[in-house]
Structures are given as C-alpha cells and as structure tokens.
C-alpha cells in the first residue's frame, strides 16, 4: 500500500509534542500525508503516507478497525489473493485493511500467509495491547527504544535520536569500522536496537516467526526456479503509481528488466567511471526511455555530508550516494524502482568467498577476514561475534547464511535508506522469501557451476541480450582517490 515513515510509542510519559517533531523529521518517506493518533501515556501512532497502492484517502493511516489502529510501512503483494482465500470482507483497495483483517482472524499467524517487505505497529485498544512485527529478511527498517515497559518504535534512526538522545555504542562502532554495518540488533548507539527481522512482539516479548534452513537439498528444476522469479517479478508490479528499474547492464538487473518491460529504465555512474555502455547493451530489445544519470565528482562529497547529517548515522558504503542521486532523478518518472538485491546472495555471485568456503573444513576467521572485511582496521572479536551461532554443517553453509541473512540485511539498509530520501519505493524480487527458501541448501556445483550464476544465465538466456549472458562480474565502483 504504502512506502511510509512510522513513529509509535506505547506507554510513553513523554510530551506528545516531541513525537510529532520527530515524525516531521522523516517527511521524505511520506510526503503525501502525515496523521498520528494518540491517547495520553498510553500511545502514539504517527504515519507519513507515500501513497501507492489505493491513492484514496480512506486509506489514510493510522487505519482503524473494530478498535484496532495500524500504521504500516511496506507492502504486502499477495493481499488480492488473501482477500480471495480467506473471504475477507474490505472496505478500501489497500493491504494495510488485509494486515487487520488477517490479524483480528488469526492472531500472530497472520505472519505466515504475507508475502512483502513490512514493518508495522497494531495497538489494540479495547485490549490495550500492542502487536509488532517486521518482514523474514529485514527488507524494511524498524528500530526501538525499550525501557521498562515504555516502547518506542521508528523506520528511521534519527527521529528516535532526536526523542530519546542516546549516547553511541563503542561495540556498534567496532561493527562499522570492521564490516561497514551493524548486526544482530545493534546501532551505532547504546539505547536504539534494530528490531530483529523475521520476529514479532506480543505481550512485551519479540519471538520469532521466520527462520532460514540450511540444511542440504537437491536444486529445484529450472521450470519452477523460472515460475518463482516471474512471479516474484509479477507481484512486485501491483502498484497505482509508474514503476521503472534500474538497469546497470549487469545480469539481475537486466532480467528484471526484460520481465518488467517498464517505461523507464535508469543507470547511473561518473563520466569517468560507468557501465553506460553494458546498459545500453542490455536495453536494445526494450521499448524503454533510458536515463543515463551523470554524476560530478565535486557533488559527491557535499551529498555524502548531507545523507550522513540527515540520518545521523554512517553511509555503510560509498555507492549510497549515487543511488541517492540517481533515485532523485526516478522521482521525476516513478514513485516505485525495481532492484537486482538480492540475486547474489541466492545464486552466490561472491565468487572467491564460495570458492574459498567450499575447499576448507572449518571456518577460520583470520581467512574470513581476508575474503569479507574491508579496510585494514583489525577486530577478529567483531567477527567472531558475526559468525557465532550461525546454523551450517560445514563452512560453506556458515557463509551461505551469513551472506542470505546478514549481509544482504545491510544491502537492503543501504537501499531503503537511499530510496527512501527521495520518497520512491524498491522492490526487491529477488528477496521474495519463497525463492530464498527454495535455494538455501542447494548443492554448490548446481549454484557456481561452470560459470558465474549458471542457473540464471541457463533460465534467462533466451530473455536477455546475449552480451549480458557472457559478462564478466563487476561490483558497483566509485573512484574514491578521485573524490
């Protein structure tokens, strides 16, 4: 329905003055109309509306039902389906009305029937009890502050800086400095966790609802693989609003593309340093308008100090900021972008890493080091920490989830935070939980084949311009000695 800001709090004494300053902190993500509900010491609910799916005003938020409030960020794509399967009866167009509906029938099992990217607070208030819950992979943000039993919920870091004014945490700094993110519900600060993904509250107590298996399986056949993308590919495209896609000329974001056949395509890259030519390449066969967005070497330190201002955290790579500014130009055209995230981590397109994990018995941290950090800043306890309690057999089913489950948690970070300040939505297709939990296990000569991303070459290669196919991998580049 939706790409919004939510800020909520439960018995909070604080003034409610100081929530909706902080809600108006994050008008970027809701431009098209703020409310809040609130009942003194009892609850805030404050929502900013980036209007997609049912743009009508009875779609507002908070939205109530049978004394239940939500306010909801995200997307449910299958809620046309659910409203069909499980005879609800809607009064509006939205899948925020099918989050309600589903959970005044089923309770906390709702969870299991959504397929999307969510993050959303229900307050109950004839029971005068709250519900949360976030999306199995963390495909949007939540944070809180919790103490005693106050709770204070928000999609962004800086509006609940701005309320509670917690001093930073040396461990999530650490975390920063050594894999340019944090993890396992840590912040760069002591008083702010990282609502976990996959997990809900009820009762004042986060459980989990979603979790990865990694146990060893037999590939899916292509047929089925093919079927799931597509589908994923077809659910993301429910929208009342113009959708594009970014299309660097790499392999996921141009199979995205040539299923998406959008009216615009988009790229970005220094006049320096692109892949300008890759996607045009890659949009030949495409009846698209492709914008090839320029970026100036002396914009990008200025851009960088403003999104680190803005959210009052790091950027975790420098790449954020062209996303940014290519994603400000999307906005002229289209409210939603899809997004290739996702595919690398399904089809183990971290070449060397896969090929180290499968030769070696046992995880050796100094080795993971050398594969995975970045920059010369030593912290083997900040690793270990990483790793520690991550389910596998072997090393190569320890990487397999590290990578599906944490790495990719702060990929998708970056992009909804880039996205996001340009109030347009990402839809990841290839974060569509049903394809993650078809390819984990899958056996390692299936996934790296004989050539990078074999399944997916093999799938698509009747779909996509056959330079594509026989492209060597490339990551996204910033020239940094130049800026």
Not at 39 to 66: C, E, M, T
Not at 247 to 256: M, N, P, V, W, Y
Not at 371 to 388: H, K, P, R
Not at 406 to 434: K, Q
Request: with cysteine.
């Amino acid at each position: 329905n939706v790409m919004c800001g939510i800020l909520a709090s439960i018995n909070s004494k604080r003034d409610k003055k100081c929530f909706v300053k902080a809600q108006k902190m994050m008008i970027h993500r809701g431009p098209d109309f703020q409310n809040n509900y609130s009942s003194p010491h009892q609850y805030f609910l404050g929502h900013n509306r980036l209007s997609i799916i049912d743009l009508n005003s009875r779609s507002n938020q908070p939205f109530k039902k049978n004394g239940k409030i939500i306010v909801f960020n995200g997307e449910i794509y299958n809620y046309k389906e659910l409203i069909i399967e499980h005879g609800l009866k809607t009064k509006t167009n939205s899948d925020t009305e099918v989050i309600l509906l589903m959970y005044i029938i089923y309770g906390e099992k709702c969870l299991q029937y959504f397929n999307g990217m969510f993050a959303f607070i229900i307050y109950d208030t004839i029971d005068d009890d709250f519900f949360v819950a976030r999306d199995r992979l963390g495909i949007k943000p939540l944070y809180f502050y919790n103490r005693g039993d106050e709770w204070i919920f928000s999609s962004e870091i800086a509006p609940l800086q701005k309320i509670i004014n917690s001093d930073f945490d040396n461990f999530g700094l650490r975390q920063y400095k050594k894999l340019r993110m944090t993890l396992k519900g840590y912040t760069i600060y002591k008083d702010i966790k990282m609502f976990p993904a996959g997990s809900y509250i009820i009762n004042g107590t986060i459980k989990e609802y979603w979790k990865l298996n990694y146990d060893q399986k037999d590939p899916p056949n292509d047929e089925h693989l093919k079927y799931l993308i597509e589908d994923a590919v077809r659910l993301r495209k429910r929208s009342d609003v113009p959708i594009g896609s970014y299309l660097s000329g790499g392999l996921d974001s141009t199979i995205l593309t040539y299923l998406l056949r959008p009216n615009h395509t988009w790229t970005v890259g220094f006049k320096e340093l692109n892949e300008f030519k890759w996607a045009q390449i890659a949009k030949e066969d495409l009846e698209s308008t492709h914008h090839e967005i320029n970026v100036r070497i002396s914009q990008f330190r200025k851009i960088c100090r403003f999104m680190i201002n803005k959210r009052q955290e790091p950027l975790s790579v420098p790449n954020e900021v062209l996303i940014y500014l290519m994603t400000l130009e999307v906005k002229k055209e289209n409210t939603v972008i899809l997004s290739g995230e996702g595919a690398d981590e399904l089809f183990w397109g971290y070449d060397r890493i896969f090929r180290w994990a499968n030769n070696v018995k046992n995880l050796n941290l100094k080795e993971f080091d050398k594969f995975y950090s970045y920059g010369t800043n030593d912290d083997l306890e900040v690793l270990d920490f990483a790793i520690q309690g991550i389910p596998g057999k072997d090393a190569l089913s320890k990487i397999g989830y590290f990578f599906q489950i944490f790495h990719l948690h702060g990929l998708l970070r970056r992009l909804d935070n880039s996205t996001m300040l340009c109030s347009v939505e990402a839809r990841v297709p290839f974060v569509d939980h049903r394809l993650v939990e078809l390819l984990s296990g899958t056996p390692f000569d299936w996934k790296m084949g004989n050539s990078f991303k074999e399944p997916l070459k093999r799938i698509f290669t009747d779909l996509i311009p056959k330079p594509i196919i026989e492209r060597k991998k490339v990551g996204f580049p910033v020239p940094l000695d130049l800026i």
